[in-house]
């Protein structure tokens, strides 16, 4: 995607709302994930992209958008790329998640919304809102009051 004054800040919301994802991913072992890429085994990749994002958004937000790369030499640790769809309500956001040892990053390459603003700043207050109503909630109940029992 070409870069733009809002491209910075659109990343940033995104990676901060994807990053329980993204560490979820980590987990795995990058030689599973490079050889599902190699031998293109697609589905078994897009049941594990799934898998992850189901702890932490709804159904469909996250999905694998059948592609990625790897980067694995002698010399150094190895580099999982995967391209992401990203649908939480009123967007369409097309993205790179790149796996490193000990980080992770995300690159936009493009977002449509579906129904755009002509304000560049109102469209990324939508794409926070969006992600943020496409996660689950943790919810924590309110403690039950006292009860107290009187002995008469």
């Known amino acids: 995607m070409k870069k733009c004054t809002y491209s910075a800040a659109r990343e940033e ?5 994807i990053s329980p994802v993204a560490a979820e991913l980590r987990l795995l072992d990058a030689a599973d994930l490079i050889s599902m ?54 967007l369409t956001i097309y993205a790179r998640l790149t796996l490193e040892a000990d980080a992770a990053s995300i690159d936009i ?27 689950f909630k943790r919810k924590i109940p309110a403690l039950a009051p006292a009860i107290s029992h009187s002995m008469q």
């Open 109 to 135: 390459n493009y977002i449509r919304f579906n129904t755009p603003s002509d304000d560049p700043d109102a469209n990324t207050a939508f794409l926070a809102q969006s992600l943020d109503d496409a996660a």
């Open 37 to 90: 890429l190699r031998y293109e085994y697609h589905a078994n990749l897009a049941d594990l992209i799934e898998s992850a994002a189901e702890l932490y958004f709804h159904p469909g937000t996250i999905t694998f958008g059948i592609g990625g790369d790897f980067r694995l030499e002698w010399d150094g640790y190895p580099t999982v790329t995967l391209d992401l769809e990203i649908k939480p309500q009123g």
């Open 13 to 17: 919301i995104l990676a901060n709302a």
